[in-house]
């Protein structure tokens, strides 16, 4: 029957591509074309944001969980507001498809850890540490250690699953709460992610607003190195506060004893890690990288501690558990394995869930419209930017995502205000790159709880880069210090 085709001359008009005006007899198939309006934007980013954050923090829900739950409800109004699911299906292929290289990146980590620790690498770098660091000193000096990796290296994932993950070893050993040294970890590490002329995301927000790269990174350190030196000075408070606990002498003895007793700890135990540093110094694929070092970590435990080869296996699927009999030096290295990493690919998954429905409504774009609209000057249009490029991030939880899309949407904005393209990329960087570890749905931030084994909601107090990097942004914003030389009228239209 006509009717049951869905052939109305009204619907056909209002709902259907011209050219699938006398093809598309089922309407889940049908396209929008007329776009929400403003109202539905709202009520699509309230809804699913209330359900998240009501889910995490007031019902404990897992994150999963309440990611999917809230990217259901997004999908529900969608597809009840006429966007078709073929649309919506299409957006979260994409958006899982971009997923697939971290999903890689994260399990070649977890065998990585799980390998490691049985060949005897991170045992004998947490040895290291534990003799060479003192509690009043460890979390400045991993602060400074990963910030140094990180400039060099212009990676932060890198340095987590390397240096970052030996670190957390030692915090243990040196009787440092676990929370204060993921935090000093993390400021460390996205500091130089964030200044590295080699970073992946340094290079990305000045291209997408046409800032030269040297450029980019001076306009940041007004904001960044603010920010860095309070945290260096709260990590000396904290550490000098952990020296005075008492006992730590006499665990970490008994824990260097452990680690000696348990492992054949010899100076080529130290050879993995210093094959992926050259490989990402050399500026090698992170994969390749990682798979060289799970190679040479699996040849050293076989002929260095003597583990056979299923035992190789078994640490790469599920991790190395340690069997010491000190509960202590056991929770610090029973860790790693493909297994462990499953539930924050899960994460990575569900956070995919959520962004598809924003991203087939536009609401992006709906929102840097209505901010053109407003003819707004330079303290709004970059407080705007500030706010939208957050917003996004916090949904999408990957600023290359949120970078490549909202980059080159904002810069004729910023431009038109008077304001120089340099203000737009440090927000870019201040709100995406130094937020990324506290967003725990997101790529990264769901990459570094699981590496370093402490939970966002632990240690994101102590990250005290991360979010005083913001503050000094808003402040900028708002003062209208440390902005440059404003643009004027002639050079914004050209």
């Not at 507001?81 to 999903?103: C, S, T």
Request: proline share 5%; hydrophobic share 50%; glycine share 10%.
């Amino acid at each position: 029957m006509q009717a049951a085709t869905c052939r109305s001359k009204s619907v056909r008009h209002a709902w259907q591509e011209p050219a699938q005006q006398d093809k598309e007899p089922c309407p889940m198939r049908i396209i929008r074309r007329q776009p929400l309006e403003g109202r539905h934007h709202l009520i699509l980013l309230a809804g699913a944001i209330g359900i998240l954050l009501y889910g995490i923090i007031a019902l404990g829900t897992p994150t999963a969980i309440a990611l999917i739950t809230a990217g259901a409800f997004a999908i529900a109004l969608c597809l009840l507001w006429g966007i078709g699911w073929q649309r919506i299906e299409n957006d979260l292929l994409a958006g899982i498809h971009a997923m697939l290289v971290p999903i890689l990146i994260l399990i070649s980590v977890g065998m990585m850890v799980g390998v490691w620790m049985l060949s005897g690498t991170i045992p004998a770098m947490v040895a290291i540490g534990l003799e060479a660091l003192s509690p009043a000193l460890f979390l400045v000096v991993a602060c400074l250690s990963c910030s140094m990796m990180s400039i060099m290296a212009g990676t932060s994932w890198g340095t987590l699953s390397t240096i970052g993950v030996a670190l957390m070893g030692v915090a243990i050993g040196l009787d440092i709460p676990p929370a204060y040294a993921a935090g000093a970890i993390v400021t460390g590490t996205f500091f130089g992610d964030k200044l590295s002329p080699l970073s992946d995301t340094t290079v990305m927000a000045s291209a997408v607003c046409g800032v030269n790269i040297i450029t980019h990174i001076k306009h940041m350190l007004y904001t960044t190195l603010p920010a860095y030196g309070l945290a260096l000075v709260i990590y000396a408070w904290l550490g000098s506060v952990a020296a005075t606990s008492g006992g730590i002498s006499g665990d970490t003895q008994e824990i260097l004893q452990a680690l000696h007793t348990n492992f054949e700890l010899t100076p080529v135990t130290l050879l993995p890690p210093l094959v992926v540093f050259a490989c990402i110094l050399l500026r090698q694929p992170v994969l390749p990288s990682f798979f060289l070092g799970i190679l040479s970590g699996a040849l050293l435990a076989m002929l260095v501690q003597g583990a056979s080869l299923s035992a190789v296996g078994e640490a790469l699927n599920t991790g190395y558990t340690a069997d010491s009999g000190i509960p202590m030096v056991d929770d610090m290295l029973s860790r790693g394995g493909l297994q462990g990493m499953m539930s924050t690919v899960a994460v990575l998954i569900a956070a995919a869930v959520l962004g598809a429905p924003f991203k087939s409504a536009g609401t992006l774009d709906a929102a840097v419209q209505m901010l053109a609209r407003r003819h707004a000057g330079r303290r709004q249009v970059l407080g705007g930017a500030m706010a939208l490029h957050g917003t996004a991030f916090l949904l999408t939880g990957s600023y290359y995502v949120t970078f490549s899309l909202l980059g080159p949407l904002l810069r004729p904005l910023v431009t038109a205000s008077g304001s120089d393209p340099k203000n737009l990329s440090r927000i870019l960087e201040d709100t995406g790159t130094t937020l990324s570890p506290l967003v725990p749905w997101g790529v990264t931030g769901a990459f570094t709880a699981a590496t370093l084994g402490v939970a966002t909601a632990d240690f994101f107090i102590y990250a005290i880069l991360c979010y005083a990097t913001i503050l000094f942004s808003l402040f900028y914003v708002i003062s209208g210090l440390a902005q440059g030389r404003p643009i004027a009228a002639s050079d914004a239209s050209s």
